[in-house]
């Protein structure tokens, strides 16, 4: 019911915007992004309320990366700005009914898009 595209292989500095298709009840939740490297924890990137007017984000992205949402597209979005090493992850998309920066809080996930920014 999630689906997450547009990751690639970018420059530092470069952007990318990635895009999450949801079906089904999943869209009239909170919806984040979330994203682990190799050998890390999955983290916390940011979400954003069912009518796009919560949002948070990780101090790590705040200023670069922007999140939002279709509703009538049934997609969500993260638009990802002046890319770093360290952003490189698999990104993923999840579902929670709570605002919330805890990914088990989350209960509905989609398959991740790989991330990876050269120096």
């Known amino acids: 019911q999630l689906q997450a595209s547009g990751g690639g292989l970018v420059q530092a500095g470069d952007s990318l915007r990635l895009s999450c298709a949801a079906s089904?009840?999943?869209?009239?939740?909170?919806l984040g992004w979330f994203r682990q490297a190799p050998g890390k924890e999955r983290e916390f990137v940011a979400f954003?309320?069912?009518?796009?007017?919560?949002?948070n984000y990780a101090d790590s992205v705040r200023g670069r990366f922007t999140i939002s949402r279709d509703n009538a597209k049934n997609t969500m979005y993260l638009q990802m700005n002046s890319l770093k090493p360290e952003d490189t992850g698999v990104y993923s998309c999840a579902a929670a009914w709570v605002p919330t920066t805890t990914p088990r809080a989350y209960t509905s996930w989609g398959q991740g898009t790989q991330v990876t920014v050269s120096s």
């Open positions: 089904g009840h999943t869209f009239s939740s909170y």
């Open positions: 954003v309320s069912w009518n796009g007017a919560i949002k």
